[in-house]
């Protein structure tokens, strides 16, 4: 019988995920540098914490979100009718 195909998860490098993580942790870390008493120890926390977190929310949407196709990706959720009604499809 027909067998459907196994869809990919969506693709995105890694390299654009670890450059995009690092940029926010330094983002983060920022007002840390520029205060008058700064210390490098709550800089670096700041910078693992949001970074490490970037990441785990990265991969987790990336493979916790459904691939998706033509098919897929334009069903239409609602359509208003003339009447001005609300009809779901």
Known sequence: MFKPKKQIPFE????LIWISSISLGI???????????????????DFAVTSGFALLIWYYNIYSIP??????????YCQVSCLGDWEWV
């Open 12 to 15: 995105i490098s890694d390299r």
């Open 27 to 45: 983002l983060t870390s920022i007002p840390k540098i520029v205060d008058h008493h700064f210390v490098v120890a709550e800089g670096i926390a």
């Open 67 to 76: 691939a998706y196709t033509k098919k897929t990706g334009s069903k239409k």
